[in-house]
């Protein structure tokens, strides 16, 4: 069960994300949502406050008691645990569907039961840490904008928050923090991230640029396999090496092209390979 992290810049936003794959029990679940709250806790100051946002869709047009229900007596009524301060219930209509959505507040030592509740039901809630107070958050709220698909909440002003979601599809999983810019530029000497450290490393041995895909079709295997954890470093007269990102010291293996990953011979761990 793969676990790492890497860090992306994209459409003006930092995205931080924790990947995981072939995680098929609960025990891999435990130890991906343990690694996630870890993440959190190292990245998010500890003076913001955190927010778990809910959201109910209902198909359009909505009915009388769909729209008494709106969002706060719909969750609750199936979530014990949604007993915390409340913010107001945002409303977004799109052509097929209504959304009801807020925040409520939670208290940091109950962090890993709500990334269960986001882990079980990651189209109905996310995570904002902020160091506003409910009413800000509910303001930003309000200004988000949407299509015909739903809400897009990504798009909440990030100058003082954490906007956290998490996507899975089958074994796979990728739970991203949209961070703002000081805890980006906080982090960047700090090797927290995986992707990090292993260009500190490149860099250290001169071959900053080696981690680049290789030109070549992958084979079927490897691609059912899921192998978005190794990074390629040669092809060699069919011959690849590659290197785990998801394990501490980057192991790198060597290989035939068309032959099943488990088949790689260990060759060192990165530092040792780059140094041959």
Request: proline share 3%.
């Amino acid at each position: 069960m793969p676990i790492w992290t890497s860090r992306l810049h994209e459409h003006k936003n930092n995205l931080i994300s924790l990947h995981g794959t072939r995680i098929f029990n609960n025990k891999d679940k435990e130890e991906y949502i343990e690694q996630a709250e870890r993440l959190i806790k190292n990245l998010v100051p500890s003076h913001y406050h955190c927010y778990f946002l809910c959201i109910v869709s209902y198909e359009a047009p909505i009915s009388r008691v769909q729209q008494y229900r709106k969002l706060w007596r719909a969750v609750q009524s199936e979530f014990e645990c949604m007993t915390g301060e409340k913010g107001r219930e945002h409303k977004f209509q799109s052509i097929n569907t209504c959304e009801f959505y807020g925040v409520m507040k939670i208290k940091p030592a109950d962090i890993r039961q709500y990334l269960y509740l986001l882990e079980e039901y990651p189209s109905q809630f996310r995570m904002i840490f902020s160091e506003h107070d409910i009413e800000k958050v509910d303001k930003a709220l309000s200004q988000v904008d949407g299509n015909e698909e739903g809400t897009d909440f990504s798009s909440i002003s990030l100058n003082q928050s954490v906007y956290i979601e998490l996507e899975s599809f089958e074994c796979d999983y990728d739970l991203t923090l949209y961070v703002n810019d000081e805890i980006n530029q906080s982090i960047k000497n700090s090797l927290l991230i995986d992707t990090d450290r292993f260009a500190e490393v490149l860099k250290t041995y001169s071959h900053l640029y080696i981690g680049a895909a290789l030109s070549m079709k992958l084979p079927r295997q490897w691609e059912e396999e899921s192998i978005d954890n190794w990074i390629f470093m040669e092809d060699i007269d069919g011959e690849v090496t590659v290197a785990n990102i998801a394990e501490h010291h980057f192991p790198c293996f060597k290989l035939k092209k068309f032959d099943d990953f488990s088949s790689g011979k260990y060759i060192g761990n990165l530092g040792e390979y780059l140094q041959k």
